[in-house]
T-cell receptor, first 112, second 113 residues
Framework: DAGVIQSPRHEVTEMGQEVTLRCKPI?????LFWYRQTMMRGLELLIY????????DSGMPEDRFSAKMPNASFSTLKIQPSEPRDSAVYFC??????????FGPGTRLTVT | GQQLNQSPQSMFIQEGEDVSMNCTSS?????WLWYKQDPGEGPVLLIA?????ELTSNGRLTAQFGITRKDSFLNISASIPSDVGIYFC?????????????FGKGTKLSVKP
């Protein structure tokens, strides 16, 4: 069975550019989560969706970040404009229950 | 915000030794999860615990949900080189937003052959 799929795996962009990260959750999972991982702060929940509806976006850093889930099999996390401090690994996870979360391989974002 | 205290931060052990790590919280948790992360990969779920006192095994791994609901431990028996990685505890606090897992900072395990 395919796990959570994320693209791209690596993204290098210049400050000010728009970045879009993509996620395909595991089929049948009704919850989807976006996390950011850095050495300093560890794993932080940014936002999560249940049945395609955003439930908790309190972890989204600021208005430059936005996330959408137009259907049960696709979600995007957009950063516009990007800044060097946004450099991190971004993970998408999905869950059938909200408790047992299954992570994708991550997107390593570097903003120069 | 809430934090989980995970210890130790790192461990260097000899192949074949047993390993123990734990996680504590100042508040009650409903759920404890243990993950392992290899370099360049996402965390992989190892064990999920849902009841105070619950003891669950997955191969050489054993985890327990503390009776007080404020702690959990993970044991690895007879370690092997492929056990190398970072182990994270995660939990959902009682009364917290469903789905909002709090993660520990991780325990980095190194195994000497």
């Amino acid at each position: 069975d395919a796990g959570v799929i994320q693209s791209p795996r690596h993204e290098v962009t210049e400050m000010g550019q728009e970045v879009t990260l993509r996620c395909k959750p595991i089929s049948g999972h009704n919850s989807l989560f976006w996390y950011r991982q850095t050495m300093m702060r560890g794993l932080e929940l940014l936002i999560y969706f249940n049945n395609n509806v955003p439930i908790d976006d309190s972890g989204m850093p600021e208005d430059r970040f936005s996330a959408k889930m137009p259907n049960a099999s696709f979600s995007t996390l957009k950063i516009q404009p990007s800044e060097p401090r946004d450099s991190a690994v971004y993970f998408c996870a999905s869950s059938p229950t909200s408790y047992e979360q299954y992570f994708g391989p991550g997107t390593r974002l570097t903003v120069t | 915000g809430q934090q989980l205290n995970q210890s130790p931060q790192s461990m260097f052990i000899q192949e074949g030794e047993d390993v123990s790590m734990n996680c504590t919280s100042s508040s009650i948790f409903n759920t404890w999860l243990w993950y392992k992360q290899d370099p360049g990969e996402g965390p992989v779920l190892l064990i999920a615990l849902y009841k105070a006192g619950e003891l669950t095994s997955n191969g050489r791994l054993t985890a327990q949900f503390g009776i007080t609901r404020k702690d959990s431990f993970l044991n690895i028996s007879a370690s092997i080189p492929s056990d190398v990685g970072i182990y994270f505890c995660a939990g959902q606090s009682y009364g917290g937003s469903q789905g909002n897992l709090i993660f520990g900072k991780g325990t980095k395990l190194s195994v000497k052959p």
